[in-house]
């Protein structure tokens, strides 16, 4: 029979397991990426890991998140980052290089090979035919190690791709295309590969666009093709040597078929609150609007932001509207300041901000109170902005700068003729803000540079057999990683202080929440479908541990974040009948009375409802290695007793 792309490279990379849909593999990690928000835990794992030098082929810690420097905490955590770069081996790219998933698509990214990442927007490696992930720090630290990395094999759906981009239409389109067919969660368990005749007429960064919003569709990861085109991009960054051919064969088997002909796509955007509450731009034209961001990994390529120049050159923005431009690279800046496409962007006065996440972790340019912002970022969760009530449609850099302009929601197809713009045969290459790992033979005299916003990461002990706790919150469907454990510029540079965070853990839900864990001396949270969904940042389940969450009860969870609390030995547990939620109310009294037992032999979980006087069933959404795990108290006990 034959293979899928990523059923190739999963075989080439299979340790352990068998490819059956559903099941836990094992697979080998060629590279791994962090960037700074979750690196400084990511890499304090792997300290106490005690491994010397990365075994991986390539690591790369990229500075991206947490550049507003408002203290001493970030830069400090920035220093540390750069000293454990040093001593193990690992590459280490500075503030002010760009956006990790853009860098390493531009760098180091190449067809065939694995990459995790702690950032779920690592997928966006799938761009160039890389197999992605992203993943939560520990599972970084332990690929970093050498060790293996556990997914459940996804099923395989393929997006036929067909036809070709009209003018003004783009990538960004077609993802937001799919996330209205698919949903938040309709990538669940899924790889999501894209082909046809249609992928051959995208260029890298247009793909990475759509695989770094795979992300949004709760997908395991996305991929294109190795073609031409993937070599082009490759041979342009002078990495011609790292190309090879990637394709499914004829007679692949999908377990699901999507096609999509991009001719007849027209400029969409994603409404507040949610990636796949997509609507097209022409029922949104004329709703005045107050900021215009372009930028973040989905979309801050050089061909995007050349795009943008062009609408802007010679115009000058709405005076109503705020446009910043961050590029996702120092090559993408550099390259526009040499062919005159930043003095365009200037002069039409849009706000510069250096290459950075920025405003799309809240690192700055809050909307105004009720503001509707366009972006071209991946994520319009309510309040991740910075601002509560601020509306926040994703949105294509095309219609963006349309937007800009006229002060109100844009079709950009309403500006006649494009600019024709083209990929460069040559990109601009200066690679002098990346650090290369040293001689092996001095990385021991290397001292790591701690500051004292670090504080130690809290560690379970072995589960217990009996658990009795109350039902601390109780919350709905799609909970966001961003609602467990915000960002934003006030507590982002806590990253690496989790006794700091938990006063925020849950605060958009519950401002409470962390008071009452602490007077109940921990709980058990509740909740709907997809709990966990967006980030991966594994402080949402780092911080619940320090808070004594012993478990979530939830009717499903998104991947990233069910493994997150795994790894740190919190129980993920699922509801057999999605009926009993409504069993438990806030603050019932609930029991787990043999759950240590159950868990070992694989059994399906017992609840008590002492409240109520109900008996619940549950089932504990972890593999057979996960179960191991969880009974010695996390993923990092369980590896230091392989060992
Ligand atoms: C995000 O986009 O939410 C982040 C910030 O990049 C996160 C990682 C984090 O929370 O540090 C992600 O996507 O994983
Ligand atoms: Fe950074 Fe935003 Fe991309 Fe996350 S989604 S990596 S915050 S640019």
Known sequence: M???IAQKIIEAHLVSGTMEPG????????????QDATGTMAYLEFEAMGVPRVKTERSVAYIDHNTLQSGFENADDHRYIQSVAKKHGIYFSRPGNGICHQLHLERFGAPGKTLIGSDSHTPTGGGIGMLAFGAGGMDVAVAMGGGEYHINMPTMTKVQLTGKLSPWVSAKDVILAVLDKLSVKGGVGKIIEYGGPGAATLTVPERATITNMGAELGATTSIFPSDNVTKAFLAAQGRADQWEALSSDEDAVYDEIIEIDLSSLEPLAACPHSPDAVKPVSQLAGMKIDQCCIGSCTNSSY???MRVAAVLKGKTIHPDVSLTIGCGSKQVY????????????IAAGARILECACGPCIGMGQSPNSAG???????????GRSGTADAQVYLVSPETAAASAIAG???DPRSLGEPAEITMPEHFLINDNLIIPPIEETLMETIEVRRGPNIKPLPIAGPLENRITQKAVLKVGDNITTDHIMPAGAKILPYRSNIPYLSQFC??????????RCKAEGGGMVIAGHNYGQGSSREHAALVPLYLGIKAVIAKSY????AANLANTGILPLQFQDEADYDRIDPMDELSLPNVQKEIAAGQPITLQNLTKHAQIKLDAVLTPRQREMVLAGGLLNYTKLEK
């Open 2 to 4: 034959g293979k899928t």
């Open 23 to 34: 099941t836990d593999i094992g697979l080998h990690i060629d590279q791994t990426l962090t």
């Open 303 to 305: 061909l995007d932001m």
């Open 334 to 345: 550099n390259m526009l300041a040499a062919n005159g496409a930043l003095a365009d962007i």
């Open 372 to 382: 509707v912002s366009l972006r071209t970022f991946n994520r319009n969760f309510e």
């Open 408 to 410: 109100c929601f844009t």
């Open 506 to 515: 849950f605060a958009v839900c519950d401002k409470e929440f962390s008071q």
């Open 558 to 561: 998104a991947r990233i974040h």
